[in-house]
């Protein structure tokens, strides 16, 4: 649409003034992850003392990611940390 007016405009011989719009940028996200875990371990070896073996446990949680936008290459960069706690009762 804005090479409509501009031809237009160019046509009658009117002053064009282009307008740009910036792109604000977040320079800090913060995100919630939840998931879905499946869990199960076993091991074995050649003594009888070291084998174990875990039941298979399915569990759900909540994680929180946060994503850190660095100031150069025009913000393409970026710093990503998601701290998880996995636990086996």
Not at 9 to 27: M, W
Not at 55 to 75: H, M, Q, R
Request: net charge positive.
């Amino acid at each position: 649409m804005t090479d409509l007016f501009i031809a237009y405009n160019e046509c009658h011989n009117e002053t064009v003034k282009y307008l740009e719009r910036k792109q604000k940028r977040d320079l800090f996200n913060l995100n919630i992850r939840p998931r879905y875990v499946y869990t199960s371990l076993n091991k074995s070896s050649n003594t009888e003392i070291r084998n174990f073996d875990f039941d298979n446990k399915s569990s759900f949680g909540l994680g929180v990611e946060a994503e850190f936008i660095l100031p150069f290459n025009k913000n393409k960069w970026a710093f990503t940390i998601e701290p998880t706690y996995p636990t086996y009762k």
